[in-house]
């Protein structure tokens, strides 16, 4: 529930609207929590269509995207035509929150951009880093292998299973994998190959594999202002695809985990966040120790469990930026939200492996408050979802066979 509106001669003006760049589901649930308020929404995006099927999007638009030489001038040009100075400038997606971030100083003289600057933001935002500052301020961190090179893979000592990510997400086919698991020496050079020809050996990380599915995983959900929270809840990973390392979240649930609050406070503080974040934990059972895995200063793609659980930091992220006070509840435990389609595939390997009954399974249902596409105020982006979804799953598939 967000406070009325307060007077106040010093505070900022009122922006017009928001330009979201890129992005999924988070982008969707975004432009969702801002069109009920009637804030304007343009959607900019040379990536998934899906969020432009939406009602709320009040206008869309294609661009050469974040890489492009010429992304900048895009969009100061497209702000001169349409009339779009002063609007919120938010990143959608990984590769958008690395370029709005570095060309801040050049944004920034016609749009507000919601992060930090790049110097500050690649603490969190490149793994290599992520772990360093995280180890810095204290907090726990998998255990990670210098190796940047196939040389240097082929002479690894390596503790297996492992995993490979990208140092940071983009549009990659590895970068868009987000993991690779390797059991043995050979599968786990065959996938450094691979993902080092895609992005180069020095931007592979290679992980240990911390024992455990999505409910061994939980999340830091926040937004903040100018370095300090303006509203906060945590939440776990119950269900995600694929079922020990996700892809994706299927079946996210509010929980209270205090000490995540502590330790996501931590992290950030000492980069001065400012925007929406989504800092990723996983419970090690071996020691109990919550570790750090991954930090996402954009919408996340659960984003839409807040507003559902009475935490809609989309709105509240309008209302601090245009000078007003949110009123700031707790988020409402057991309140979840659900990815159906690739939901109904974890569900059923979970079952098949004897870790999850049906009655389990079709017992949460009951606590969905919140759905990955399904709006009944807003239904295309549903049905889009779906032929989607398997396009995505079928080439990469084709691409696996590939590699």
């Known amino acids: 529930m967000l406070a009325q509106p307060e007077t106040d001669?010093?505070?900022?003006?009122?922006?017009?609207?928001?330009?979201?760049?890129?992005?999924a589901h988070g982008t969707l649930a975004l432009t969702?929590?801002?069109?009920?308020?009637?804030?304007?929404?343009?959607?900019?995006?040379?990536?998934?269509?899906?969020?432009?099927?939406?009602?709320?999007a009040r206008r869309k638009t294609t661009w050469p995207g974040p890489d492009d030489s010429g992304a900048v001038a895009f969009l100061l040009d497209l702000a001169k035509a349409?009339?779009?100075?002063g609007f919120l400038l938010v990143a959608g997606g990984d590769p958008e929150v690395r370029f709005l971030?570095?060309?801040?100083?050049q944004l920034s003289a016609v749009f507000e951009v919601v992060l930090p600057p790049w110097q500050q933001l690649k603490?969190?935002?490149?793994?290599?880093?992520?772990?360093?500052?995280?180890?810095?301020?204290?907090?726990?961190?998998?255990?990670t292998y210098e190796v940047t090179s196939p040389e240097q893979a082929a002479r690894a000592e390596l503790r297996f299973p492992v995993i490979l990510k990208p140092n940071m997400g983009g549009k990659s086919r590895f970068a868009r994998a987000k993991a690779v698991l390797a059991n043995d020496p050979k599968s786990f050079l065959s996938a450094y190959e691979w993902a080092a020809g895609e992005i180069g050996g020095e931007n592979v990380v290679v992980q240990e594999?911390?024992?455990?599915?999505?409910?061994?995983?939980?999340?830091?959900?926040?937004?903040?202002?100018?370095?300090?929270?303006?509203?906060?809840?945590?939440?776990?990973?119950?269900?995600?695809y694929p079922v020990d390392f996700g892809y994706t979240s299927t079946f996210v649930e509010v929980v209270d985990e205090p000490q995540l609050?502590?330790?996501?406070?931590?992290?950030?503080?000492?980069?001065?966040?400012?925007?929406?974040?989504?800092?990723?934990?996983?419970?090690?059972?071996?020691?109990?120790?919550?570790?750090?895995?991954?930090?996402?200063?954009?919408?996340?793609?659960?984003?839409?469990?807040?507003?559902?659980?009475?935490?809609?930091l989309g709105a509240m992220l309008w209302a601090v930026r245009s000078g007003r006070n949110p009123t700031v509840a707790s988020a409402r435990p057991g309140t979840s939200w659900m990815y159906l389609v690739r939901d109904m595939v974890a569900a059923c390997q979970l079952i098949a492996s004897g870790r999850l009954t049906k009655r389990?399974?079709?017992?949460?249902?009951?606590?969905?408050?919140?759905?990955?596409?399904?709006?009944a105020r807003d239904p295309i982006p549903a049905l889009i979802d779906l032929p989607l979804t398997i396009w995505r799953v079928l080439t990469r598939r084709i691409f696996r066979l590939l590699r």
């Not at 971030?101 to 100083?105: E, G, P, R, T, Y």
């Not at 603490?123 to 255990?143: D, F, I, M, N, Q």
């Not at 903040?224 to 929270?229: F, H």
Request: charged share 20%; net charge positive; hydrophobic share 45%.
């Open 360 to 375: 389990a399974y079709f017992g949460s249902f009951a606590s969905v408050s919140a759905w990955a596409t399904f709006m």
């Open 32 to 56: 969702r929590s801002l069109g009920i308020r009637k804030v304007p929404v343009w959607l900019v995006s040379n990536d998934t269509p899906l969020p432009r099927f939406s009602r709320y």
């Open 101 to 105: 971030s570095q060309a801040i100083d």
């Open 123 to 143: 603490w969190v935002c490149e793994k290599p880093l992520l772990y360093r500052r995280a180890s810095e301020t204290g907090l726990a961190v998998p255990l």
């Open 209 to 240: 594999m911390i024992p455990g599915g999505g409910e061994c995983q939980f999340s830091y959900a926040a937004l903040w202002n100018e370095g300090a929270p303006v509203a906060e809840f945590t939440a776990r990973r119950t269900r995600q």
């Open 261 to 312: 609050i502590a330790a996501a406070r931590r992290l950030l503080e000492s980069i001065g966040h400012h925007g929406l974040v989504e800092v990723e934990f996983k419970r090690d059972a071996r020691d109990g120790t919550m570790k750090v895995l991954d930090v996402n200063p954009r919408p996340w793609t659960w984003f839409g469990l807040g507003a559902a659980a009475g935490v809609d």
């Open 82 to 85: 349409q009339g779009l100075g």
């Open 9 to 23: 001669d010093h505070a900022p003006s009122r922006p017009a609207g928001v330009v979201i760049l890129g992005g």
